[in-house]
């Protein structure tokens, strides 16, 4: 008997040490997941070294999660956030291996933001690699998910990434249509729109 409950304390202790483990990165102790994710996206455009430190303390953390489980979407959010880095750091085939893998979490009709967010990632590597087709497809795609979605912003963003994407193969005529495409109905604020007017 006593050894039936050594062995109930000992299974749910690993249960408890598990779940703690997925909540807390003792590495980093910067707080849960989600607090260090948030953190994490907030300073990939300013820090990205900073970013990508953050993402390997979470990948580390998270090991290797089962599909379709919620585990792989934050995993995903993790891949994302270190292509995101990789990129600003002029590292766009180190990029596409974690965006990949990131992808390969979802189906290929998946709606999630997260998917939206690492095809968009994704076309950034595209673009620095000079697959003009490639990221324009995959900007279109992740576009698609913001507008059914009604993520504004994102969606307003795409639109210019899209134009971006011609402006880079010399196609004005297109690039101008994408970055005067945006209207009322998308969230603007002023650095968007700076950014915009710069573009044209």
Do not use: W
Not at 7 to 26: C, M, Y
Not at 150 to 162: D, P
Not at 165 to 192: I, M, T, W
Request: glycine residues 6%; contains cysteine; negative net charge.
């Amino acid at each position: 008997m006593r050894f039936i409950i050594c062995i109930a304390l000992l299974v749910v202790a690993t249960v408890f040490s598990i779940e703690v483990r997925a909540e807390v990165n003792p590495q980093e102790g910067r707080g849960s997941i989600k607090e260090q994710l948030d953190a994490a996206k907030s300073m990939f455009m300013v820090d990205p070294r900073g970013a990508l430190n953050v993402a390997l303390g979470l990948e580390d953390v998270l090991g290797s999660p089962r599909l379709g489980t919620q585990e792989a979407e934050t995993y995903a959010s993790v891949m994302r956030i270190k292509g995101e880095a990789l990129n600003r750091l002029n590292r766009p085939q180190e990029a596409i291996a974690s965006l990949d893998h990131g992808l390969s979490l979802f189906p290929d009709d998946a709606q999630s933001i997260v998917y939206a967010d690492l095809q968009s990632a994704r076309a950034s590597s595209a673009r620095a690699m000079g697959d003009y087709a490639g990221a324009l497809s995959r900007l279109q795609a992740a576009y698609k998910i913001y507008v059914r979605s009604g993520e504004a912003r994102s969606a307003y963003v795409g639109l210019l990434r899209i134009g971006q994407v011609y402006d880079d193969a010399r196609n004005y005529e297109k690039a101008l249509y994408y970055y005067l495409s945006p209207s009322d109905s998308f969230s603007k604020d002023d650095s968007l729109n700076l950014s915009n007017f710069n573009n044209i």
